[in-house]
């Protein structure tokens, strides 16, 4: 098998003399000569696909298709895979390759968290699963062993960090931070998913943002009313554009970052930016949906969690609620008692 491709040689016969040790020199031979790609194969055959060529194509599949998280699986690919794979036959690589690739990132100078260099694996994981899809190998190359995560503690805003939140974003320069702000604790939306809202997916009246492109699929993120209501002011007040988050300057045609607003808020805030990044916006926002006693799969639903497991991380942060659930349960029995 090479390339996934069964290739037929003919040794010769053994009533012309042909011996099993010649066979099997023979087959030694043709092993290695494919190793190294010197091996002579049919007319027709094409030659093997490049990790470097495979990685374009790859990306540019997923670019007419809509696939998601397109700019973060480029940059993984063209800062750390592409540049140690090169050009590496894609249907090649082993999983002694990929631990090389693993041991480099951790030893380098800025050495990556596990964390990151899974999200690099998971890239490399889903172009071998397309690969294969789209006839490209016949199988997928080497074994991706990932490494084990500790999910942490998940750091949320309290009630009393929120109201200082708000009120510094009120009063920033920044025309964005607020209502980005705003709109991350009342729905537990993701930041790229909220800087890239469209007008057009905004339904007021039924209260939910239509959201194609989320990262667990296509969903409608149910609002709060008052998010509806601000909404309604902020869109009026809004120039035409089909973004609610418009920029000239971006390519894209909207707001594709909001770090400086953002770090400068939550330290006029008092807070640590270190610690309380955007993405703790949407921990705040299911923290506390779980804390207010909403049942996990409806929280998996505002979320859009791909699975209960995921939600269930939440439950455990601050016990008030658990406690609550408790005292139900002790009066529940002292009335029928």
């Not at 400068?264 to 930016?273: E, H, I, Q, Y």
């Amino acid at each position: 098998m090479v390339d996934g491709q069964r290739i037929h040689r003919v040794v010769g016969r053994e009533s012309e003399g042909t011996t099993r040790t010649q066979a099997e020199d023979f087959i030694a031979k043709i092993r290695n000569d494919a190793k190294h790609d010197r091996l002579s194969l049919p007319k027709g055959r094409k030659v093997a696909l490049s990790f470097r060529d495979a990685a374009a194509k790859y990306l540019d599949r997923l670019r007419e298709s809509g696939g998601k998280d397109l700019s973060a699986k480029a940059r993984r690919l063209k800062l750390h895979l592409v540049p140690f794979l090169g050009d590496t036959p894609l249907s090649k690589i082993t999983t002694f390759n990929i631990e090389q690739h693993k041991r480099r990132r951790c030893t380098e100078t800025d050495a990556a968290k596990s964390g990151t260099i899974n999200r690099e694996l998971a890239v490399l994981s889903h172009l071998f699963n397309n690969a294969v899809e789209w006839g490209w190998i016949g199988h997928r190359p080497g074994k991706i062993n990932r490494f084990p995560e500790d999910p942490g503690r998940i750091i949320y805003l309290t009630t009393e960090q929120i109201a200082r939140l708000i009120e510094c974003a009120k009063a920033d320069a920044s025309e964005i931070v607020y209502p980005f702000i705003v709109i991350g604790l009342e729905t537990s939306m993701r930041k790229s998913e909220i800087l890239s809202i469209r007008r057009e997916n905004i339904d007021l009246e039924r209260r939910v943002i239509y959201l194609p492109k989320a990262k667990a699929g296509a969903r409608e993120q149910p609002i709060t009313k008052h998010l509806a209501d601000f909404l309604a002011g902020y869109l009026a007040a809004l120039p035409p554009s089909p973004w609610l988050f418009p920029s000239i300057a971006a390519k894209s045609g909207h707001v594709r970052d909001i770090k400086t607003p953002y770090h400068r808020v939550v330290k006029t805030a008092g807070l640590d930016p270190k610690q309380i990044v955007k993405h703790t916006l949407r921990h705040t926002a299911i923290t506390h949906l779980v804390q207010s006693g909403v049942d996990l799969p409806t929280v998996q639903r505002i979320s859009g969690r791909k699975t209960l497991v995921m939600v269930a991380r939440y439950a455990h942060q601050n016990g008030e609620h658990i406690q609550s659930a408790m005292d139900k349960l002790e009066e529940r029995y002292r009335l029928t008692s």
